[in-house]
């Protein structure tokens, strides 16, 4: 089991950036999907963008404002988010196959 560990959350004014990091204690093969979901209070968890072997993708609310990146040789995962609004508030968890990481907050104010 790979333990996924995310930082970077925190409380950014509407229009503003944040980077969150997700550091994995050991490499996980570049064919499994990684990804970064946020939940919501009262909210499912959903997928906001991850890495598979063909590409990237991205719900359609974030496209052109969050970037996934992600460095197979340090065993990390990236994403870049800009322009951010309240509705992009939440928990952000990174996963990659079968394990997930703790969670880090995003609070973005109007």
């Known amino acids: 089991q790979v333990h996924l560990v995310e930082s970077g959350g925190g409380l950014v004014q509407a229009g503003g950036s944040l980077r969150l990091s997700c550091a994995a204690s050991?490499?996980?093969?570049?064919?499994?999907?990684m990804g970064w979901l946020r939940q919501a209070p009262g909210k499912e968890r959903d997928l906001v963008a991850g890495?598979?072997?063909?590409?990237?993708i991205y719900a359609e609310s974030v496209k052109g404002r969050f970037t996934v990146s992600r460095d197979n040789a340090e065993n990390m995962l990236y994403l870049q988010m800009n322009s951010l609004q309240p509705e992009d508030e939440g928990v952000y968890y990174c996963?990659?196959?079968?394990?997930w990481g703790q969670g880090t907050q995003v609070t973005v104010s109007s």
């Open positions: 050991g490499s996980i093969s570049s064919a499994v999907t």
């Open positions: 890495i598979t072997r063909f590409g990237t």
């Open positions: 996963n990659g196959g079968d394990d």
